[in-house]
T-cell receptor
């Protein structure tokens, strides 16, 4: 599974859009991009995933570049409850091995009042 | 609340003792995963079950660790002869597809 690179930390003003980038330059054709987040002292929470088309759900939007080497998670109107560590991972769902799924340290997003 | 529950939420034990954690996945989920997470790091994969079959074990899972999922429902993770380095959050996740739904975790402290 491809590795990902994310900024260590980001700040966002409450009510503004939070744009969290992720680089996955070695992504292969069958690998999806998944985003999870982890609020302090809780388990990770699934947010969204996509292959190549942009995706949107009630939590966020996922924009994947045409070459699929990077993506951006967008929280359209960040609230204080969105303060969390955000993880971007890539994975081929047809693979049966999870040993190479790397969460990494993620991006610590602080939403500021 | 994702519907995945873990028990206990916190466990403090002395070095050398055995501990067992339980995970109850969402009922229709046939996939179950265990992860370990230390402070400041993302979750690290430990093991994966599909129904009752343990299909994969990470090299992180030493001989002191054992996981079971009898009847393909709940799962237990046992650590024998605990060491201080085992102190971590132990996370369970379940799913039907590749999307994983995590429980709240069990925080283990080994004194």
């Amino acid at each position: 599974d491809a590795k990902t690179t994310q900024p260590t930390s980001m700040d966002c003003a409450e009510g503004r859009a939070a744009n969290l980038p992720c680089n996955h330059s070695t992504i292969s054709g069958n690998e999806y991009v998944y985003w999870y987040r982890q609020i302090h002292s809780q388990g990770p929470q699934y947010i969204i995933h996509g292959l190549k088309n942009n995706e949107t759900n009630e939590m966020a939007s996922l924009i994947i570049t045409e070459d699929r080497k990077s993506s951006t998670l967008i929280l359209p109107h960040a609230t204080l409850r969105d303060t969390a560590v955000y993880y971007c991972i890539v994975r081929d769902p047809m693979k049966t091995s999870y040993d190479k799924v790397i969460f990494g340290p993620g991006t610590s997003l602080s939403v500021i009042p | 609340d994702t519907g995945v529950s873990q028990d206990p939420r916190h466990k403090i034990t002395k070095r050398g003792q055995n501990v067992t954690f339980r995970c109850d996945p969402i009922s229709e989920h046939n996939r179950l995963y265990w992860y370990r997470q230390t402070l400041g790091q993302g979750p690290e994969f430990l093991t994966y079950f599909q129904n009752e079959a343990q299909l994969e074990k990470s090299r992180l899972l030493s001989d002191r660790f054992s996981a079971e999922r009898p009847k393909g429902s709940f799962s237990t993770l046992e650590i024998q002869r605990t060491e201080q380095g085992d102190s971590a959050m132990y996370l369970c996740a379940s799913g039907i597809t590749d999307t994983q739904y995590f429980g709240p975790g069990t925080r283990l402290t080994v004194l």
